[in-house]
């Protein structure tokens, strides 16, 4: 079992940044693979990125450039740091555990979501 609670979001004005974390609890936090996903109202839920056990990081090609995703073992945390944010990021974010995939159903824990929401 793992637990997860991100954290972080807010409103932002679009080119501005944030940074979202995701704590883990429960199994070792550095055997798993983690992935960030979002879903916009009225939209199904999509792929952001993910990061490997190694650190090795893939992107959806939309945040590519301008979203990072990194991993602290020691503090259970894996992170998205959003820089040049636009209005289309608006969404609630959720990270996911145990999974390195651009399929959502790959994973098998979620967190709660944290809503971010670009606007001016």
């Known amino acids: 079992q793992v637990q997860l609670v991100e954290s972080g979001g807010g409103l932002v004005q679009p080119g501005g940044s944030l940074r979202l974390s995701c704590a883990a609890s429960?199994?070792?936090?550095?055997?798993?693979?983690m992935g960030w996903f979002r879903q916009a109202p009225g939209k199904q839920r999509e792929f952001v990125g993910a990061?490997?056990?190694?650190?090795?990081?893939y992107y959806a090609d939309s945040v590519k450039g301008r979203f990072t995703i990194s991993r602290d073992n020691a503090q259970n945390t894996v992170y998205l740091q959003m820089n040049r944010l636009k209005p289309e990021d608006t969404a609630v974010y959720y990270c996911?555990?145990?999974?390195?995939?651009?399929?959502?159903?790959?994973?098998?824990?979620w967190g709660q979501g944290t809503q971010v929401t670009v606007s001016s």
């Open positions: 990061i490997r056990r190694s650190s090795a990081t």
């Open positions: 429960g199994r070792t936090f550095s055997s798993v693979a």
């Open positions: 996911a555990a145990d999974g390195f995939s651009t399929d959502f159903r790959a994973y098998d824990y």
